[in-house]
């Protein structure tokens, strides 16, 4: 019974805890930033036409903001 009490009870918690998954990352227009996870990334997704960018290596990401002025 007590068993069943305590995964309740982290069951409940574990519901309860906010994501902190929607983090701001600020980019400067006047360098590449360069996002660097310690494990592989599976997935990028750019879906904005503010920024451009792209994997580089498995685990890096490049980014930069997109201006009128690159794409000529």
């Not at 918690?13 to 360069?34: D, Y």
Request: net charge neutral.
């Amino acid at each position: 019974m007590k068993d069943k009490i305590i995964a309740a009870t982290l069951a409940l918690c574990a519901v309860a805890i906010p994501s902190t998954a929607k983090e701001k990352i600020l980019v400067n227009s006047e360098v590449t930033t360069h996002i660097v996870m310690p494990e592989n990334i599976k997935m990028v997704d750019l879906s904005t036409t503010k920024i451009i960018g792209n994997q580089c290596a498995d685990n890096i990401v490049r980014i930069k903001p997109f201006i009128e002025a690159d794409s000529v």
